[in-house]
T-cell receptor, first 113, second 114 residues
Framework: GQQLNQSPQSMFIQEGEDVSMNCTSS?????WLWYKQDPGEGPVLLIA?????ELTSNGRLTAQFGITRKDSFLNISASIPSDVGIYFC?????????????FGQGTTLQVKP | ETGVTQTPRHLVMGMTNKKSLKCEQH?????MYWYKQSAKKPLELMFV???????ENNSVPSRFSPECPNSSHLFLHLHTLQPEDSALYLC?????????????FGPGTRLTVL
């Protein structure tokens, strides 16, 4: 079945540092979504990408939809302690109308004040 | 209430119990989803409902039985579960189950099966 490879699996950084994580797939997607999950909560949508090459920002977060439509990255600039959590990418399959999302394994981010 | 709500937030049950999880969305969406989230695993899609009709059953064991009485409510009925079913069960909703499928999640129900 389709799989997403998300890396890195975990990161431990100093407050103020920039962070980059990415997802790759052997399949083409027509939508990429990035979510953040805090402990004990459900994932919260951060950024949605719909076109190959699209670069979208949400505050200190920037995400890009890869040109090949098989990858996406998320950057966080000037990290702060509340950025701690698990970040998930999700890709929507390009065929059919079921809108099924495939999720990456997640990147656990820890920020040291 | 806004967004997607789930009750209960925590549930402990024995293997012979019958319980139900409830999800309600206040976003005017037409599609609702159940996911299972286990430690160290990606989110696993269980069921999809589109305009109250089930459109996806991702090979889920019959001890999990979904119910969608209307576009705003989704239930997951649990019966004779196994300890390995212990996980965070997440409900999500989206405008429709199609392109540009931005799904919004509830806080989840943390289920422990003894």
């Amino acid at each position: 079945g389709q799989q997403l490879n998300q890396s890195p699996q975990s990161m431990f950084i100093q407050e103020g540092e920039d962070v980059s994580m990415n997802c790759t797939s052997s399949s083409i997607f027509n939508t990429w979504l990035w979510y953040k999950q805090d402990p004990g909560e459900g994932p919260v949508l951060l950024i949605a990408l719909y076109k190959a090459g699209e670069l979208t920002s949400n505050g200190r977060l920037t995400a890009q939809f890869g040109i090949t439509r098989k990858d996406s990255f998320l950057n966080i600039s000037a990290s702060i302690p509340s950025d701690v959590g698990i970040y998930f990418c999700a890709g929507q399959v390009s065929s059919g109308n079921t809108g099924k999302l495939i999720f990456g394994q997640g990147t656990t981010l820890q920020v040291k004040p | 209430e806004t967004g997607v709500t789930q009750t209960p937030r925590h549930l402990v049950m024995g293997m012979t119990n019958k319980k139900s999880l409830k999800c309600e969305q206040h976003l005017g969406h037409n599609a609702m989803y159940w996911y299972k989230q286990s430690a160290k695993k990606p989110l696993e899609l269980m069921f999809v409902y589109n305009f109250k009709e089930q459109t996806e059953n991702n090979s889920v064991p019959s001890r999990f039985s979904p119910e969608c009485p209307n576009s705003s409510h989704l239930f997951l009925h649990l019966h004779t579960l196994q300890p390995e079913d212990s996980a965070l069960y997440l409900c999500a909703s989206s405008q429709a189950s199609g392109r540009n499928n931005e799904q919004f999640f509830g806080p989840g129900t943390r289920l422990t099966v003894l």
